[in-house]
């Protein structure tokens, strides 16, 4: 198993561009996550998915946008980029086993705003 | 926003000493998970340990243990027989009763000297 794989690694973005960052997992889990994190902080939620077609907003999802069309797959999209957006991105999984079950992590998305 | 609490920026320890690192929390939920994690400077997300609100006994595992005190809302990380390795930040985090939301705390840099 891959685990979970985000693409790209890094990314240098001019202000009012648009992106998506990918996420892919391919432990069957159906619960996703979308994390920020900012230099010397932890982690924000921006959004969260408990299934394929289910999608909610975690505590920062101002400037953001998510889809879960597959269990695999669940892309974070920015339109019109700012350089507040510029932060680190992780993306994990979890199965939905009971509320005991882990978070497994991406490697991470570096994006920068200019 | 229901908010984890760590006090400690940076903790200094000496090798094979033992550290214990702070985590308070609020949550209106009467079930809930505790957990954390250590972010060593490549970046990664290493799970070490979870504490559940109705568990009796505080977790354990390997060198790590949890001492849970319910009524305080506090989740402290004991570290014990410190190692060079350990060097890296640990974030307290806490899941709502259905594992859905996930909310970390700032983290708190530990050091371990020779």
């Known amino acids: 198993n891959a685990g979970v794989t985000q693409t790209p690694k890094f990314r240098i973005l001019k202000i009012g561009q648009s992106m998506t960052l990918q996420c892919t997992q391919d432990?069957?889990?159906?619960?996703m996550y979308w994390y920020r994190q900012d230099p010397g902080m932890g982690l924000k939620l921006i959004y969260y998915?408990?299934?394929?077609?289910?999608?909610d907003k975690g505590e920062v999802p101002n400037g953001y946008n998510v889809s879960r069309s597959t269990t695999e797959d669940f892309p974070l999209r920015l339109e019109l980029a700012a350089p507040s957006q510029t932060s680190v991105y992780f993306c994990?999984?979890?199965?939905?086993?009971?509320?005991?079950?882990?978070?497994?992590f991406g490697p991470g998305t570096r994006l920068t705003v200019l | 926003a229901q908010k984890i609490t760590q006090t400690q920026p940076g903790m200094f320890v000496q090798e094979k000493e033992a550290v214990t690192l702070d985590c308070t929390y609020d949550t209106s939920d009467p079930s809930y998970g505790l957990f954390w994690y250590k972010q060593p400077s490549s970046g990664e997300m290493i799970f070490l340990i979870y504490q559940g609100s109705y568990d009796q006994q505080n977790a354990t595992e390997g060198r790590y243990s949890l001492n849970f005190q319910k009524a305080r809302k506090s989740a402290n990380l004991v570290i014990s027989a410190s190692q060079l390795g350990d060097s890296a930040m640990y974030f307290c985090l806490r899941g709502d009763n259905y594992g859905q939301n996930f909310v970390f705390g700032p983290g708190t840099r530990l050091s371990v000297l020779p």
């Open positions: 432990m069957n889990h159906n619960y």
């Open positions: 994990a999984s979890r199965p939905d086993r009971s509320r005991t079950d882990t978070q497994y």
């Open positions: 998915s408990v299934g394929a077609g289910i999608t």
